[in-house]
């Protein structure tokens, strides 16, 4: 069974900064969850509107399909990892 | 098949013995053990999660051909999720992506991409790895 990632590591170093940052997903990923919903819920009408006006070129059905789309790339997040560096930067992230 | 294996399925046909007794006899002769044999043969290689691309630069390579060390592992269900998402973005755009992917010397349309062609590279990568060894990097594609 597939999972939201439940943490993020960033990691980055310059120059004049090295700095590393883990994010609770898993706390913050159902705060933003309701905030989402809530903004969805404040833009509902202007985006039922905007349906109504461009369902004749057909961009109402990117965007109904692009909800679940969205939600399958963050359910395919975990074990995504990206780590570049040079002699003087140095950027990392993963997803667990 | 041994003799003795042949012997008892011939004493069965003739009705000399019962199947339970036939069975019994069977697996005294080894019959048993060559199934336990199949059975614990190795199990089919699992597929590969994640795709690998790591490219390292070389040491002895010139200061402007230098770039960075690049470490990437991307899950295959997000590579099957993108795919998904490619077939959603608009004519317009993908018109765009097309122009731009041309300008840097990849000529290929993405709206012809198809889940077929992915788990194609996965079989493909499952068996091999790409290495590129350049004067001045190496790139290592694999499957893992």
Known sequence: MKWPPYSMQLKMRSPRHVWSIWLPLFIIGPIALILLLALFLMVLPFLLLSLLFTWRWNWSRYIWLGVPAFFSILYSLPGLKVDVDNEEQHVSIAFY | ?144
Do not use: C
């Not at chain 2, 008892?8 to 336990?36: C, F, H, N, P």
């Not at chain 2, 999720?81 to 349309?109: C, H, Q, R, W, Y």
């Open chain 2, 1 to 144: 098949m041994s003799e003795d294996q042949k012997k008892i399925l011939q004493m069965l046909t003739e009705g000399k013995v019962s199947v339970d007794e036939a069975q019994r006899l069977l697996s005294l002769t080894g019959a048993d053990r060559d199934t336990w044999d199949n059975s614990n043969s190795p199990p089919p290689k699992s597929l590969p999660r994640y795709l690998r691309v790591i490219v390292e630069p070389k040491l002895g390579a010139a200061p402007e051909h230098r770039h960075g060390r690049v470490n990437v592992r991307v899950p295959f269900g997000l590579i099957r999720a993108g795919m998904k998402l490619a077939t959603l973005i608009p004519p317009e755009a993908a018109d765009k992506v097309n122009d731009a992917m041309k300008e840097k010397g990849m000529s290929f349309d993405m709206r012809h991409l198809k889940t077929e062609d992915l788990e194609e590279l996965i079989s493909a990568l499952h068996d091999s790895e790409i290495n590129v060894d350049t004067d001045d990097e190496t790139v290592k594609v694999y499957a893992e």
